[in-house]
């Protein structure tokens, strides 16, 4: 194992990067602070891993789309346009494809992780409204964890 400035070298090929790992554990925080919160209020908490885990792909999926359908103005002053990422999808450097060279947003990975959980959802006959569990566990774990007051989390209550 080698360390980088900006990722692990293992095996002289895979590089992970520091901010993947950093999303990594805070996903997982939040998901474990959701599901104790929802065990606690005599709901089930394999319903918080589940969404995330049909969550995790759609996510990638939108994050990549978004940055490729709003490319940055450096991308466009070196001609990567979003024609420029369909005519060059399978890119290994720099193409559609090509998630490990960077380019995923952050809008983009909110919408598909939501799709991929209100899909979730749907399929397990779980209430997606305002009084759903798995949205007020994940409401009340991120006002936790980022130490909000807890007026501003009024539309999170279950009642």
């Known amino acids: ?9 293992l095996f002289n090929t895979l ?6 790992i950093i999303i ?22 394999d319903h918080v891993w589940g969404a995330l885990t049909w969550a995790i792909i759609p996510a990638i999926i939108l994050s990549r789309l978004w940055f490729i359908f709003t490319p940055s103005r450096e991308l466009l002053a070196q001609g990567m346009d979003t ?16 998630i490990w060279s960077g380019g ?7 919408l598909g992780g939501g799709l991929g959980a209100y899909v979730y959802m749907r399929r397990n006959k779980l209430p997606v409204g305002r009084g759903s569990t798995l949205r007020a566990s994940c409401c009340r774990s991120v006002r ?15 009642r």
């Open 144 to 158: 936790r964890l980022g130490a909000l007051p807890t007026t501003s989390t009024r539309n999170c209550t279950v």
């Open 83 to 98: 024609a420029w990422f369909f005519q060059n999808f399978f890119n290994t450097q720099n193409g559609a494809i090509a």
């Open 104 to 110: 995923l947003s952050i809008f983009g990975a909110v």
């Open 15 to 20: 590089q992970i990067r520091y901010y993947g």
């Open 1 to 9: 194992m080698e360390f980088q400035s900006e990722h692990i070298v």
């Open 24 to 45: 990594v554990v805070a996903m997982l925080i939040a998901a474990t602070v959701a599901a104790r919160l929802a065990k606690r209020d005599g709901r089930d908490p």
